[in-house]
């Protein structure tokens, strides 16, 4: 079993930053998860942001969605932390942040939230013009 819980979320201007972290407790050992950030705003669709996989070399892979590439970062701190960087938000940015995460490593996987066992709860970021 494996508990998540993300924090950093709030209220910031356009053209602002917030770093969100996601934090993994319950397993011996969490270097082996797969997590990935999603976002849900209201009346759409969870969208996949972006995610990190175990590089064999000890490193971590990061992927991430073509429409999070060059504002959004995924950093890998320790085995149990993951942090969502984002950059330069806008309005459109405004939704429920959540992390995720499971214990395959396939990139092809990556993407799709049907893939996750293991959710947190979320955190909201609200983004003001």
């Known amino acids: 079993q494996v508990q998540l819980v993300e924090s950093g979320g709030g209220l910031v201007h356009a053209g602002g930053s917030l770093r969100l972290s996601c934090a993994a407790s319950g397993r011996t050992s969490s270097k082996s998860l797969t997590i990935g950030w999603f976002r849900q705003a209201s009346g759409k669709e969870r969208e996949f942001i972006g995610g990190?996989?175990?590089?064999?070399?000890?490193?971590?892979?990061a992927d991430y969605a073509d429409s999070a590439k060059g504002r959004f970062t995924i950093i890998r701190a320790d085995e149990n932390t993951v942090y969502l960087q984002m950059n330069s938000l806008k309005p459109e940015d405004t939704a429920l942040y959540y992390c995720?995460?499971?214990?395959?490593?396939?990139?092809?996987?990556?993407?799709?939230?049907?893939?996750?066992?293991?959710w947190g709860q979320g955190t909201q970021v609200t983004v003001s013009s």
């Open positions: 995720a995460a499971d214990t395959w490593n396939d990139k092809s996987r990556i993407a799709d939230s049907a893939n996750y066992k293991y």
């Open positions: 990190t996989r175990w590089n064999v070399g000890s490193a971590y892979y």
